[in-house]
């Protein structure tokens, strides 16, 4: 596309021309000046004399060494050196020398440490025992930026167009404020809500509950949690943002957002809406639109969703709303509490089409439908966390749940089914329209009770959960069956239905140290007991009353099953500063029950035994390095309903029944995963992978006749795996102190072997999958940036029977995004994604451009925001993609959202100011 050209081409000659700098390099030696010793992990940072503009920065290594690189404009510069218990250091340095040695720096013990005082650094980065800290006023962003764009200027942090973030490779998995939660735990209200002038420090640690963080226990240290600290003097007022804006072909959008501080209390209150497919805070494809107040995930289907939170939901074209409010504060020294409310809904469309080939050992046959669907979904949740310190060694937490979730949807479809001549075979029409209501309730209690200097404790946990949902669900159906024994099948149907939960775990923990804060004995004791109750109560229609009063015992059922499980487990965990270790082993006893009210002959009480053990490894090289491995067997059952041989034939063309005689699955996995990250260099590198093997894994068994009516059952199998292997390497180059340059490679690649049945006929079918990518980022600091991406994917299939072709697809995917920021207070932005199916048949679009384009100029000191966005700018989104199995091979395209073009108008406004003061900026609405 010749516009698309110019686009990159444009950017590239922006960034092409780059000013002169002259290379330093800048070594030397850190030790205690009474020990000699080295000093390992202090931080080294290189800022200019003029302005105190960092430069760049460093750690030092296992001997004490740092080197300072780089490329710089400026001649003078000053050498710091921060370690956590000294004194700081000072030198300045002549930059235009290029290679400078120090030598040996001596420093001294800071007498301030003796009374166990915390001093402010200003070194950008500190690296603690088990706490990574970054400075925020050492980073510089854009002056409106908000906490996701200063967490993609820190070193080692990775952010995602999802908001998804990475820390040496780790997701952060929780984002606190000041300590507290910020909307329960979702990430993304929080980097994009939140401005970087309200914050001081972020800091990131491993991710940790409360009770474990109140006993000093070790965390997930494959995931993370990021604190954002607010400064005492901007820790009282509001701030925000408001926004709006319309379009064509009837599209709008607004979202607003208002946070009031008062020191350790905190209320927020959030608001949105739009019919763009977005959650209920997304502007749109360009973050920018609204301040980088959005969040975008919406799957190739049109389904969406915030971090695994749903906001609306739904397929096609989706109309979603929601409103959520967050409260946290500290009663006191001993107690503290926070309590969040979201409702989100959704409205939507959506029309699909699908063409399958069915494989067959002896043949095949094909399957064409048309389908549309029309969804109404509204949610609610709310979630509340206290801690109660009874004393210093007693702590109380209470975390209550409450979700209720109604959903109303209107279903059609029409289907045929012809064999490899062309002939119809089977064809069915049905209509469906479903109410469901769903109540969750959950409350989870744990008492920890601590005592000594050893880290020996004692807890009990306790967790209740009530759940109770109700459907309604009204059937027309016509299935006609052609061939030599022809039939039709009319239905005209009403099933209620109610599944009820009733949940019941206690467990109790006790840690004996063994060697003082080093080697503990770990005894635990679980008990767990759910009772789930399921009743469908079918009726058929009945001409003469004009009601659904004909009961419909076949396709009825009314199960009540328990699930009861104890497990007993010993365990040992060894840590020292660098090495983390431990192991535990446990015995499970499980009872399945399972009583049939409508058939009791299908009653079933099976019992199984089973050792589950877990082994976890973690060792640190250095602040810069680590591996982490884990290994562990579960013991999984199968699911009551299939163990139950009731025979359920709801669907005609799919028939169901249970395997009474299926054994429990035991599942044998492994994970290991090595980082390495040079701050210096801006270099780091990280390798992961995992296997994945079971015993006695649970499959569909399905027999499809020449009616091409499937039955299915289940079965045993064996030999089932799979494995996954990745690796990533990131690359910084500072051009100079306002230009650089990121470079970025990962793959990864995947491969599987899962053991099935196709009418009878076992085979064991392999699936590999690879997916290398490749991608630059090219940073110019007030001028803008441009991003790239290419990304191959390759996927294999050998199904290991002659009946079946293996399958090869390879898919092809470039985007290019760009930022310019053409004069003061005007931005352009471009998102242009290019993606390549050659696989997809025939009827079907193969390829396309997708461009959405951005300007935006911000006014009045930068509180107002106008931005005007074409979405789709080539008018070429597209949604069809292609699937395959074992066997099958699938093509689907579904409605997608089309081109439009929106104008909007935000706000923002912020009021903190010092502590028990507020500032003098206004909150209005114009």
Do not use: C
């Amino acid at each position: 596309m010749q516009s698309v050209r110019l686009l990159l081409l444009a950017g590239i000659f922006l960034f092409s021309a780059f000013a002169k700098a002259q290379s330093f390099s800048i070594t030397g030696t850190l030790k205690d000046k009474e020990t000699n010793q080295t000093l390992e992990a202090a931080t080294v940072f290189l800022e200019t004399v003029k302005d105190s503009t960092l430069v760049t920065y460093t750690i030092t290594d296992q001997e004490g060494v740092f080197r300072l690189e780089g490329r710089s404009q400026e001649k003078r510069a000053r050498v710091n050196v921060s370690f956590l218990g000294y004194k700081n250091y000072a030198k300045e340095v002549d930059l235009s020398q290029g290679a400078i040695k120090l030598g040996d720096i001596s420093l001294e013990i800071s007498a301030a440490t003796l009374g166990e005082i915390v001093l402010k650094s200003r070194a950008p980065i500190t690296v603690k025992k088990d706490t990574l800290e970054f400075n925020v006023s050492s980073f510089k962003t854009k002056k409106d930026a908000t906490v996701e764009d200063l967490l993609k200027e820190l070193p080692g942090v990775e952010v995602d167009e999802n908001g998804k973030i990475l820390v040496n490779g780790k997701e952060v998995s929780k984002i606190l404020v000041n300590g507290k939660p910020f909307f329960s735990n979702d990430p993304t209200i929080a980097t994009r809500n939140l401005t970087k002038e309200i914050i001081e420090k972020i800091q990131v640690v491993d991710t940790k509950s409360d009770d474990e963080a109140f006993t000093g226990e070790e965390g997930d240290d494959d995931s993370k949690t990021i604190n954002l600290t607010i400064s005492e003097e901007k820790n009282k007022g509001l701030f925000g943002r408001v926004a709006g804006g319309a379009g064509t072909d009837d599209r709008f959008e607004y979202a607003g957002i208002v946070n009031s501080f008062n020191n350790d209390r905190r209320i927020s209150v959030l608001a949105g809406g739009n019919n763009i497919n977005s959650p209920g805070f997304s502007f749109g494809e360009i973050q920018k639109m609204f301040t980088n107040i959005s969040s975008m995930s919406v799957s190739s289907n049109g389904t969406f969703s915030l971090d695994g939170r749903s906001f609306g939901g739904g397929q096609g074209i989706v109309n979603s709303r929601n409103i959520g409010a967050n409260y946290a504060d500290d009663y006191s020294e001993d107690v503290d509490a926070s309590l969040d409310y979201f409702y989100s809904g959704a409205n939507s469309f959506d029309e699909r089409i699908v063409e399958r080939e069915n494989i067959l050992p002896d043949r095949r046959f094909f399957t064409n439908s048309i389908s549309r669907s029309d969804t109404n979904a509204d949610s609610h949740n709310v979630n509340g966390n206290i801690n109660i310190k009874r004393d210093s060694t007693i702590l109380v937490n209470i975390r209550p749940t409450f979700n209720r979730a109604d959903r109303e949807s209107r279903f059609a479809r029409n289907e045929e089914s012809l064999n490899e001549t062309g002939d119809l075979i089977n064809q069915s029409e049905n209509s469906n329209l479903t109410r469901n209501t769903g109540n969750d309730f959950e409350n989870n209690i744990s008492i920890t009770k601590k005592w000594g200097d050893k880290g020996a404790f004692i807890r009990a946990r306790v967790q209740n959960e009530l759940s109770r949902q109700e459907s309604e669900d009204f059937v027309q159906s016509t299935t006609q069956i052609f061939g030599d024994n022809p039939e039709t099948i009319t239905r005209d149907q009403f099933t209620d239905g109610e599944t009820d939960l009733t949940g019941f775990n206690v467990n109790l923990s006790y840690r004996a140290p063994l060697i003082t804060k080093k080697l503990f004995l770990d005894l635990d004791l679980g008990y767990r007991n759910d009772l789930r109750k399921r009743r469908r109560s079918t009726f058929d229609f009945n001409e003469s009353t004009q009601q659904y009063d004909q009961f419909n015992e076949l396709l009825s059922t009314n199960f009540e099953g328990r699930n009861i499980r104890a497990f007993p487990e010993i365990g040992l965990s060894y840590r020292t500063d660098k090495l983390s270790l431990s192991a535990s082993s446990g015995y499970v006893f499980r009872t399945l029950e399972n009583t049939d009210n409508l058939r009791p002959e299908l009653d079933i009480e099976q019992d199984f035994e089973a050792v589950e053990f877990t082994t976890n490894l973690n060792y640190r090289f250095s602040p810069k390095m680590s591996i982490y491995a884990r290994a562990a067997k579960t013991n999984d059952p199968p699911d009551v309903q299939q163990l139950n041989p009731f025979i359920d034939v709801t669907d005609p063309l799919d028939i169901v029944q249970g395997n009474p005689n299926l054994s429990p699955a035991n599942r044998y996995t492994g994970y290991v995963s090595f980082r390495n990250y040079d701050f210096q260099k801006g270099a780091g590198y990280g390798f992961y992978g995992n296997i994945n093997v079971t015993e006695d894994d649970v499959v569909t068994r399905s027999v499809i006749g020449e009616d091409l009516v499937r039955r299915t059952t289940y079965e045993n199998v064996d030999g089932n795996y799979s494995t996954y292997l990745s690796a990533n390497y990131n690359k910084k180059i500072k051009l100079d102190s306002i230009r650089s340059l990121d470079l970025g490679a990962r793959g990864y690649v995947n491969l599987s072997r899962s053991v099935n049945f196709n009418n009878d006929v076992q085979y064991a079918s392999k699936r590999r999958t690879a997916g290398p990518a490749v991608n630059t980022t090219l940073d110019w600091k007030s001028v803008g940036n441009l991003r790239t991406e290419y990304r191959l994917n390759l996927t294999t299939n050998e199904f290991g029977i002659a009946a079946f072709e293996d399958q090869e697809f390879v898919s092809h995917d470039v985007s290019i995004n760009t930022t310019f920021n053409m004069i003061d207070h005007l931005e352009w932005r471009n998102d242009v994604t290019y993606n390549y199916n050659p696989n997809i048949a025939a009827g079907f679009q193969r390829s396309a451009w997708f461009w959405n384009t951005t300007v935006a100029y911000s006014f009045y000191k930068d509180k107002f925001t106008a931005t005007m966005k074409v979405y789709d700018l080539l008018d070429q989104n597209t949604n069809a993609r292609r699937t395959a199995s074992a066997n099958f091979i699938q093509d689907i395209q579904s409605t997608v959202l089309e081109q439009y073009v929106m104008f909007s108008l935000s706000y923002k406004f912020n009021t903190l100011g010092q502590k028990g003061e507020v500032g003098d900026d206004n909150f209005r609405f114009f």
